[in-house]
């Protein structure tokens, strides 16, 4: 008989490897992926916890939101690698989230500036940051482009974060269970 933290782990190894498999071959991580692992995942926790176990979920997608959207309102994440970790929290629940984020953050990171260094985009970086903060010093309205634009700040470069959401929970899954 297969416990209900077997079907957690199994439901969120599923999830991901889809979820990297299609961000790193189409750029996309898909809304029914989406939706099967928020539907999937609640059904999880009421089976485990009954209404205590929607809370738990409930609490988890929300507090994954949060963490994310800044990222997605900069325009450093989009909007399927945002929703991908509302999954991840869904799956984790509230109690289980916080490692996983900063575990997904730390990856994150790391993984831009491997980007950003392989692109060989680490000059227009600095002047990105350069020129955001300056703007935020200064009260003016800053505009965030992906096109080479003298009027905004330009980006460096695209990356698959569900590979950083991938590795992340598996660290932040991995430190809770030592």
């Known amino acids: 008989m297969m416990t209900y ?11 991901l490897i889809y979820a990297c498999y299609t961000d790193l071959r189409f750029r ?8 099967f ?14 209404v205590s176990g929607g809370v738990q979920w409930l609490q988890g997608v929300g507090l994954a939101f949060m963490c994310f ?11 399927g690698d945002v929703k991908l970790a509302m999954v991840v929290g ?10 996983v984020a900063v575990c997904i953050y730390l990856v994150g990171g790391v993984l831009a500036m491997g980007v950003v260094l392989m692109q060989k985009q680490g000059m227009q970086l600095m002047r990105s940051l350069n020129a955001m903060l300056f703007f935020k010093l200064h009260h003016t309205p800053v505009q965030l482009d992906m096109e080479d634009e003298t009027g905004g700040i330009n980006s ?20 809770q269970h030592m």
């Open 28 to 35: 996309k991580v898909y809304n029914t992926l989406i939706v």
């Open 90 to 99: 869904g799956i984790v629940g509230s109690a289980a989230w916080m490692p």
């Open 69 to 79: 959207m800044p990222l997605y309102l900069l325009k450093s994440m989009a909007a």
């Open 37 to 50: 692992g928020l539907i999937s995942s609640l059904g999880l926790w009421l089976l485990n916890a009954s």
């Open 5 to 15: 933290a077997a079907l957690e782990l199994g439901l969120l190894a599923g999830v």
């Open 156 to 175: 460096v470069g695209r990356m698959p974060y569900a590979l950083a959401i991938a590795i992340g929970t598996l660290m932040g899954v991995y430190t």
